[in-house]
């Protein structure tokens, strides 16, 4: 089970930081993954760190203004969220990957477990 937290309202051009653990286990020996949902959208891909923590591959849309990162002593995974937009507003959720072969991946499907959302609402 993971668990995401750190969302909350937020003005335009605001940080947020995202976290996520797992229970009962670390994410160190998986890659992690960021995913948002708006109202009426489908769920979409945000950014990925492969399970390393070397690399990276972000949407095109946060680009430059996100960061995903990953503290392996704590088994955790963050996405430092800065100049968010008002486009930005959506449930986040994080989800990890068993495949340690290869880079992060931004297809939903290639993610084994998920965690419940968390809101992050972006003001103008």
């Known amino acids: 089970q993971l668990q995401a937290c750190g969302g909350g309202l937020v003005q335009a051009g605001g940080s947020l930081r995202l976290s996520c653990a797992a229970s009962?286990?670390?994410?160190?020996?998986?890659?992690v993954g960021w995913f948002r949902q708006a109202p009426g959208k489908e769920r979409e891909f945000v950014a990925a760190?492969?399970?390393?923590?070397?690399?990276?591959v972000y949407a095109d849309s946060v680009k430059g203004r996100f960061a995903i990162s990953r503290d392996i002593t704590k088994g955790t995974a963050s996405l430092q969220m800065n100049s968010l937009k008002v486009e930005d507003t959506a449930d986040y959720y994080c989800?990890?990957?068993?495949?340690?072969?290869?880079?992060?991946?931004?297809?939903?499907?290639?993610?084994?477990?998920w965690g419940q959302g968390t809101q992050v609402t972006v003001s103008s």
């Open positions: 989800a990890a990957d068993r495949n340690i072969l290869g880079g992060p991946r931004a297809a939903p499907t290639a993610y084994d477990y």
């Open positions: 009962g286990r670390s994410l160190s020996s998986y890659g």
């Open positions: 760190i492969n399970w390393g923590g070397g690399t990276t």
